[in-house]
């Protein structure tokens, strides 16, 4: 069984000898972390950061044109063209208009890797 603990809540805290039952005061909550990205991934993410001219923690795979100021239409045209330079390969037309996420960029790079 899951259980969502926000902060401000008191939990039983259920233990044996001297750690039995104890009421605990939730003070704070820390985000869970977010999952390391891969080499592939790293290398998307610091080549749009450069790009943007933005530090690569500002990004992640669900960013996207419009999360930025920088990032509209034109930046991402140059986006694609830098990631293409970057990663030695070309994106079809159609694909490109379906680009709304990083991830969607790196599921494109992924196809093209052999396997």
């Known amino acids: 069984m899951v259980h969502f603990i926000t902060a401000g809540d008191s939990v039983i805290v259920r233990g ?8 605990v005061y939730i003070s704070s909550v820390m985000e869970p972390a977010r ?3 891969n080499e592939l991934e790293l290398k998307l993410i610091t080549t749009a950061a450069g790009f943007l001219k933005v530090d690569p ?10 999360d930025l100021p920088r990032w509209d ?3 991402q ?9 970057r990663f030695d390969l070309a994106f079809d ?19 093209r890797l052999p396997a």
Do not use: C, H, K, Q
């Open 35 to 37: 999952p390391m990205p």
């Open 57 to 66: 923690s500002a990004l992640n795979l669900d960013s996207g044109p419009g």
């Open 16 to 23: 044996r000898g001297l750690y039995r039952d104890r009421t």
């Open 73 to 75: 239409s034109f930046a």
């Open 93 to 111: 037309v159609d694909e490109i208009t379906t680009f709304e996420t990083l991830r969607d960029m790196l599921e494109a790079i992924r196809s």
């Open 77 to 85: 045209v140059g986006l694609i063209a830098e990631i293409e330079a």
